[in-house]
């Protein structure tokens, strides 16, 4: 391939760079490390030291983490795309606070384009039709400019190597898009934010969205350039919980995060440090919980900048006491049973739900934390859920989104223009008296909030260090709706009634006294999420990082 000469003249570096952060990296990474000067937990092994590296040149945990988002967009790619979303939770050491990154595009602008859903409905199974606003550049940008150091040119290096040496046929033609972006950068004159700003530009105002515009009218995509210039990444403050004197931090209601809060709370009430791990009362008590959380994620979740989501009423103290008395210690529920948080009643309807009649087809998601020598913390859920969408000519590809919304005109999550699709991503922060000690994220669709609770509370309520949280036997239920599922009957979304699936290593004896109580086992020997984890022990400032080995998960830290 030609580069313009630009280009020919940073290529050198970029090789070398390549040259160096590949070395060593089946000794350096693996699923578990520790160490007091900064770690990375994600995917693939390549991205996880590109994030190392950036922390080893005394960068901050914003940088690393957009070094290692954008490389994972290559690494994981099936999982993530450059052209995908990525909400993300950043605690800033210097302001001492959260702020949560949205990082998700929203459906298109056009009134046409939304007619056109409620008239013929939003493809469930994949399309470029689907398809929202790609969220990524522009969140890594944004992240950049709120705490980072470092150029986008500087953040996109590590992946342009991986694209230099890559042999799929998109490999080349994003190199040459994220090229054209880092040119646009050098040539703005101004601050260190103008340039960042340039860079962003190029790809939702410029040549790259010129690009992006003609791919989507050959493909039959909805979006146009106007929703690309459009783009907003929303910097919120996040929901919170404190759940025996850990604060939990999760993004909005347009992602599921506040589910996890939702079930803490109602766990609360319960000593399940009393209980022994994985036994038939604590997974019981634990699923019935999610149950409750789930049913009210399904009825109330939804962009808030659009529908009224009455977050501080779900939240109360008083709803999780009432929604709590609904768990029956010996009987599983096979209801549908989501609460009225506004008149404070355990029940809104009970409603025994219909099984999914098609199968909605899913992709997975990965996954990114990281911590510096600082107290900066970083936990991201990068994805993109492609499924039959395939990169256009800028190299760039994008999700499915839209589906995770749907044409009931009276539910909150209705696809309506510019909104985000409440989607399944989540990633959790987690601060003990004010300080960060545990970033979480998850890739699994539905059941990565599942997943986090597991990891949760194997640290808060058990003691589990990250290595052993991320690797215990883990469960999930499917008793609420399918997220992709775009259906406007929402009662026949429901996924799995009353099923609860269990790791083969829980005992055969567990899984019977769980099925005497009504819940319909399923058990996997494979991985059930796919979580990562960091922990900064207080005192001694220790970091210890891990993400799943069967998940294919892997993290590294500096000493």
């Not at 019981?284 to 009455?310: C, I, Q, W």
């Amino acid at each position: 391939m030609k580069y313009p000469p630009f280009f020919r003249s940073h290529l050198l570096v970029i090789v070398l760079f390549g040259l160096t952060w590949t070395q060593g990296v089946t000794q350096e990474i693996s699923w578990h490390a520790s160490g007091k000067n900064g770690a990375v937990a994600a995917g693939h092994a390549d991205s996880v030291l590109i994030g190392l590296r950036i922390l080893e040149r005394g960068k901050t945990a914003a940088d690393a983490a957009a070094a290692t988002i954008l490389a994972l967009s290559v690494t994981d790619y099936g999982a993530f795309a450059i052209g995908g979303e990525v909400p993300l939770l950043i605690y800033d050491a210097h302001a001492k606070r959260v702020r949560v990154l949205s990082g998700v595009g929203g459906a298109p602008l056009s009134p046409e384009a939304i007619a056109s859903f409620y008239n013929h409905g939003i493809p469930a199974t994949g399309s470029m039709k689907a398809a929202p606003v790609p969220g990524v550049v522009d969140l890594v940008v944004e992240l950049l400019k709120l705490s980072g150091t470092i150029s986008f040119e500087e953040a996109v290096a590590p992946t342009l190597a991986l694209l230099d040496r890559g042999n799929q046929n998109w490999h080349p033609k994003l190199a040459v898009t994220l090229r054209t972006l880092v040119e646009a950068e050098r040539l703005a004159s101004g601050t260190r934010e103008n340039k960042l700003t340039a860079a962003r530009d190029c790809f939702y105002r410029g040549s790259v969205a010129d690009q992006l515009e003609a791919w989507y009218i050959a493909t039959g995509a909805l979006l146009r350039k106007k929703d690309l210039e459009a783009h907003v990444t929303h910097i919120e403050d996040p929901v919170t919980v404190d759940y025996h004197g850990y604060t939990i931090c999760k993004c909005g209601p347009w992602t599921q995060g506040p589910v996890l809060c939702q079930n803490l709370k109602i766990l609360e009430g319960f000593a399940l440090h009393t209980l022994q791990h994985l036994s038939p009362d604590y997974i019981h008590l634990v699923t019935e919980a999610m149950k409750l959380g789930y049913a009210d994620r399904d009825e109330y979740y939804a962009d808030p900048r659009f529908s009224n989501v009455p977050m501080a009423e779900l939240l109360s103290e008083d709803y999780a006491i009432v929604r709590r008395s609904l768990i029956d210690l010996q009987e599983a529920s096979l209801d549908r049973r989501p609460g009225d948080p506004i008149g404070v009643r355990a029940l809104k309807i009970s409603a025994l739900p219909e099984n999914e009649s098609i199968s909605i087809i899913k992709q997975d998601t990965t996954t990114c934390v990281v911590a510096d020598r600082w107290g900066n913390v970083v936990a991201a859920t990068p994805s993109c859920n492609m499924l039959t969408n395939t990169p256009g000519p800028s190299g760039v590809n994008t999700g499915n989104r839209v589906r995770s919304m749907n044409t009931d005109p009276n539910h909150p999550n209705r696809v309506e223009a510019g909104k985000r699709p409440r989607v399944t991503l989540t990633p959790t922060l987690v601060l003990k008296n004010g300080f960060p000690i545990l970033a979480v994220s998850v890739a699994g669709g539905d059941f990565q909030d599942q997943t986090g609770l597991n990891v949760l509370l194997n640290h808060i309520d058990f003691g589990m260090f990250p290595k052993e949280a991320v690797s215990a036997p883990r469960f999930y239920t499917n008793h609420h709706q399918d997220s992709f599922n775009p259906s406007p009957d929402r009662q026949t979304t429901f996924v799995g009634r009353g099923e609860l699936c269990v790791n083969d290593e829980i005992s055969s004896e567990v899984r019977h006294s769980l099925a005497d109580r009504g819940h319909i086992i399923k058990k996997t020997a494979g991985p059930i999420g796919m979580p990562v984890m960091i922990f900064i022990e207080p005192g001694t400032g220790m970091i210890y990082a891990a993400g799943d080995p069967k998940a294919n998960r892997h993290a590294g830290a500096l000493p």
